[in-house]
């Protein structure tokens, strides 16, 4: 199902050195010469010179030609070429709107940002189907199969996962760790368990996804995931799901939280922005970006855009921790 997405995407070319342009103004700067030259022997028909009045011109010549070299070397720093970013659904959101105001002030680049899932993210930039993928977990040889020695995480961020139901239910609004487990792994079946009834309606993540990975690293200690449980393939999904269900119950990345879903309390802790900083809630995991390889420019340009005020400030708005909290 992996490779079949991976060639499934539209993306743009994926080489280093032809993804970066610049353009030369040599002939630009010769041009600029010859009229200047022009200028001078037409004037010089024409007037009486003095040495004064030659020192004077070949200042202001001088020093225009200055101008212009500075212009133009400013200019020919400019990013040009395309980048093409896919992985996981967590950091999607950040790198959506990082990449549309990365663009916007850099109109010679183009970005493509795609989803997929963590274990997408890294198996395609190791690949070089593109050039940065996007990760919510470690790149670590018990994480991934076959690791590649080449990736270069870089964390852009941290984020949590909640434990959500539907804002209708009304049986439960705190669970403990033991609970959650019973609950997928299928020991707990019904609602009638916690004062209502009916059956619970479980759902999961796909196998790669990092949300999946940090669930079951801080909830599934001891047992696995309920086969009856439904499979989502994305945050997005995930949180359409229990919207859509009074029954059903799933996790979720915090960044997606909203008045759709209701996260619940575990141990009596809420899944809070100032909770996940202070450590009170104690489910966290890093976000990355991955590069295969030293970053090229472009990719530089775009993982310090990230990384700047403006980046973590996006970050913060979109529901995530900026990585000065942490610093």
Request: with cysteine.
């Given at each position: 199902m992996e490779q079949t997405y991976i060639k499934n995407i539209r993306h743009y070319p994926c080489d280093k050195q032809k993804g970066e342009k610049q353009m030369s103004w040599s002939s630009l700067q010769k041009t600029f010469f010859a009229l200047i030259?022009?200028?001078?022997?037409?004037l010089g028909v024409y007037n009486t010179w003095t040495m004064s009045n030659l020192t004077s011109t070949v200042?202001?010549?001088?020093?225009?030609?200055?101008?212009?070299?500075?212009?133009?070397?400013?200019?020919?720093?400019?990013?040009?070429?395309?980048?093409?970013?896919?992985?996981?659904?967590?950091?999607?959101?950040?790198?959506?709107?990082?990449a549309n105001l990365f663009m916007q002030e850099n109109p010679g680049v183009v970005i493509s940002v795609s989803g997929g899932g963590s274990g997408h993210?890294?198996?395609?930039?190791?690949?070089?189907?593109?050039?940065?993928?996007?990760?919510?977990?470690?790149?670590?040889?018990?994480?991934?199969?076959?690791?590649?020695?080449?990736?270069?995480?870089?964390?852009?961020a941290l984020?949590?996962?909640?434990?959500?139901v539907h804002p209708t239910n009304g049986?439960?609004?705190?669970?403990?760790?033991?609970e959650v487990e019973m609950i997928f792994n299928g020991t707990i079946t019904d609602w009638s368990h916690f004062g209502g009834s009916g059956e619970i309606h479980v759902y999961t993540r796909e196998a790669g996804s990092g949300t999946l990975e940090c669930f079951e690293k801080f909830f599934m200690k001891h047992s696995d995931i309920t086969g009856a449980a439904s499979e989502k393939t994305s945050n997005?999904?995930?949180?359409?799901?229990?919207?859509?269900?009074?029954?059903?119950?799933?996790?979720l990345s915090v960044g997606y939280i909203d008045e759709t879903v209701n996260p619940l309390k575990i141990d009596g802790v809420e899944p809070t922005?100032?909770?996940?900083?202070?450590?009170?809630?104690?489910?966290?995991?890093w976000l990355f970006l991955i590069t295969k390889g030293p970053p090229t420019k472009i990719e530089q340009a775009f993982i310090?855009?990230?990384?700047?005020?403006?980046?973590?400030?996006?970050?913060?708005?979109?529901?995530?921790?900026?990585?000065?909290w942490f610093q």
């Open positions: 030259l022009l200028a001078i022997l037409v200042y202001t010549m001088q020093s225009t030609i200055n101008n212009l070299n500075s212009m133009l070397g400013n200019y020919t720093q400019r990013l040009e070429g395309y980048l093409t970013i896919a992985g996981s659904t967590t950091v999607l959101p950040i790198i959506q709107t990082c993210g890294i198996s395609a930039v190791s690949a070089g189907y593109i050039n940065i993928g996007m990760s919510s977990k470690n790149l670590t040889t018990e994480q991934i199969t076959d690791p590649d020695p080449d990736l270069q995480p870089v964390a852009i984020d949590s996962v909640a434990i959500i049986f439960v609004d705190d669970l403990t760790l033991e997005g999904e995930m949180k359409a799901t229990i919207a859509s269900d009074p029954a059903g119950i799933g996790f922005v100032t909770n996940i900083k202070t450590g009170a809630y104690k489910i966290k995991r310090d855009f990230v990384l700047s005020s403006q980046g973590q400030e996006i970050v913060e708005q979109q529901g995530y921790l900026p990585l000065e």
